[in-house]
């Protein structure tokens, strides 16, 4: 158990989320939330009220204790890195990964910092995951896989093996990424769609089978 985790960025919907994955896993004593732009100062609560401290002074901010994305979302976790190393100097190396206790993770599975892995998520042999990966409910993920830096993989979406995803990619929610295709970065997959064939960077893309819409403006 950490003593205390610095959650940086607030998406008030997702720090929920995070908050029950570490309080239900006993990860940390003490959740503290660090918002780097003007927004609503509470998370998103119909239930039970959150155990979590929410600061508006940065200043507060510790390069020394262990931090966590309070945001998913390619663009926004670039983002908010950019900013706390920027003004406090919070490189990848002050980041931990965020398990739940039922993934199922294969031995090999290379996995850098920085990682969210929500509930049921099976990885398979060899897959190796990049810096702030966020990996949300009921997601399969076959082996040999390359997952890029920043790579959302939304729930219930399966990645069959030997698949690469590329920095910044966002794959929606239920999609189905058959063997061996490969995804540039920064681009979105549409939820449910069926990739068959390698999708190319900066493009939304879509369908059953999955085909490029337009592509986005960098």
Known sequence: MYKN?????????????????????????????????????????????????????????????????????????????????????????????????????????DMSLGCVLEQNISVSAQTKFGFGVSVKRGVNIGHHCLIGKFVDINPGSTIAGKVKIGAGTTVGAGAVIIDGIHIGENSIIGAGSIVTKNIPSNVIAYGSPCKIVREINI
Do not use: M, W
């Not at 610095?6 to 918002?35: C, M, T, W």
């Not at 204790?65 to 979302?73: A, D, L, M, R």
């Open 5 to 109: 985790i610095q959650i940086l960025g607030f998406a008030p919907y997702y720090v929920a989320v995070l908050h029950d994955i570490i309080r239900g896993n006993s990860i940390s004593e003490k959740i503290e939330v660090f918002k780097n732009l003007s927004c609503s100062s509470n998370p998103v609560v119909f239930t039970k009220p959150l155990d979590l401290i929410i600061h508006e002074k940065e200043k507060l901010v510790d390069k020394e204790k262990s931090c966590v994305f309070g945001v998913s979302g390619g663009s926004n976790k670039l983002n908010v890195f950019a900013y706390f190393k920027k003004e406090f100097d919070i490189g990848e190396e002050a980041y931990i990964n965020i398990i739940d206790k039922s993934c199922n993770i294969a031995l090999s599975v």
